[in-house]
């Protein structure tokens, strides 16, 4: 069976997990700043938080914005449900705004349409990879006096009009998970240029505690922590940091094979006029986190019916990117939301198999086998 995705680890990160082991500190500590350092070098940040995983470093961005009851925050429902559960956590609510049919990115026109007076900020989410339209959201924020938080969870090392994302906007999330383009088992990181973000994402990710464990630690003076605010332990550990420092160092590598092979796909793919592509336009830069096909009206079967061909075929695939508003703990709520392109995109597109390293043999029997069906 070819999966759909395999996170590429090798002895560099066992053994650098293993080194970190025998130094005894293994919580929130010197692996921790130094990935912190290293991501903001790569990805033109000036400040970088390390958490748990994106969700947490979600729950947290809407904490530092000041989100809470009352608020309205605006968001694509074509995305992880965590893009919108962390809305919840603050106490606020999600509003669900339409995709582009090109991207799956949220929709300018129509999430300025959704804005009100108790809308506090937009979540922008980039796609699989694909940047979305940042200099549109801008403007929306420049105009309303909006917040603009980037969920990036799937966008690392990808670029926006020649910048990495993570150096656009004031607060920018990160997830490390296996599906994603590198790994820390799991894992998060908040990027930001404001110091102030910055610093109370530290405080607030460590419990509210004034004084963090590796200070007190390294302290020839006796010192007391005091807990300042109503925290969490969201932490990431120097084991997860000293694997993701040796992703750090292979993520242009990875990024390089993977759109060799989603070039292959779409070189291979173009030619199956049912199939709808991924599209990157110019200034766009995608790490093509995941591969997803549009499958047309005017294909002989349907999209779960092509999934389990697939499958029968020793291929594994995933369905389109989910629509928040329709899943059980949301779809009471939002009953009467009808969002047509996105929840058309989801019914309709599927995901085929991408990650580094992909035997070729394996990549050309997924192409042979997609002609077979569709041709």
């Known amino acids: 069976m070819i999966p759909i995705a395999k996170p590429y680890l090798t002895t560099d990160e066992a053994q650098s997990a293993y080194d970190t082991i025998l130094t005894g500190w293994v919580t929130q500590g010197p692996r921790v700043e130094e990935f912190e350092k290293r991501f903001c070098e ?42 919108a559960n962390c809305i919840r956590y603050a106490g606020a609510t999600p509003v669900f705004g339409e995709v582009d049919r090109d991207t799956y990115n949220l929709n300018a026109d129509h999430a300025e349409s959704l804005i009100t007076d108790k809308t506090k900020a937009i979540i922008l989410v980039h ?3 694909m940047p979305a ?62 110091e102030s973000i910055y610093n109370k994402v530290k405080l607030l990710r460590q419990h509210g505690m004034s004084v963090n464990d590796r200070t007190r ?18 932490r990431m550990t120097d084991i997860q940091a000293s694997i993701g420092l040796r992703q750090l160092e292979k993520l242009d590598h990875i990024i390089e094979e993977r759109r060799k092979i989603a ?25 093509y986190q995941s591969f997803s096909i549009y499958l047309k009206d005017s294909a002989p079967l349907s999209r779960n019916e092509l999934m389990q061909k697939l499958l029968d075929a020793g291929i594994s695939s995933r369905r389109g990117v989910l629509t928040a508003h329709r899943e059980t703990s949301y779809r009471d709520e939002y009953k009467n939301l009808r969002l047509p392109v996105s929840e058309d995109a989801c019914d309709r597109s599927f995901m085929i198999p991408l990650y580094v390293p992909m035997d070729s043999k394996d990549i ?12």
């Open 42 to 83: 790569y990805t033109g940040a000036k400040y970088a938080a390390a958490v748990s995983n994106c969700t947490t470093a979600l729950h947290l961005a809407m904490i530092v914005s000041g989100i809470g009851e009352g608020d309205e925050v605006i968001t694509p429902s074509m995305s992880y449900v965590a893009s």
């Open 263 to 287: 070039l292959k796909y779409i070189e291979e793919l173009s030619s199956i006029e049912c199939l709808v592509l991924p599209i990157e336009k110019e200034g766009y830069f995608s790490n």
């Open 217 to 234: 630690h390294e302290s020839g003076k006796l010192i007391f922590e005091d807990h300042i605010v109503l925290g969490y332990n969201y």
């Open 364 to 375: 050309d029997h997924i192409i042979l086998t997609l002609k077979h069906i569709l041709k």
């Open 127 to 129: 796609q699989l990879g």
């Open 133 to 194: 339209d940042i200099d549109a959201f801008r403007k929306l924020s420049d105009k309303y006096n909006i917040k603009i938080i980037e969920d990036a969870a799937c966008a690392i090392g990808s670029s926006y009009k020649g910048k990495k994302i993570g150096s656009h906007s004031g607060i920018v999330c990160f997830s490390f998970h296996p599906r994603k383009v590198i790994t820390t088992g799991e894992g998060g990181m908040i990027a930001t240029d404001d």
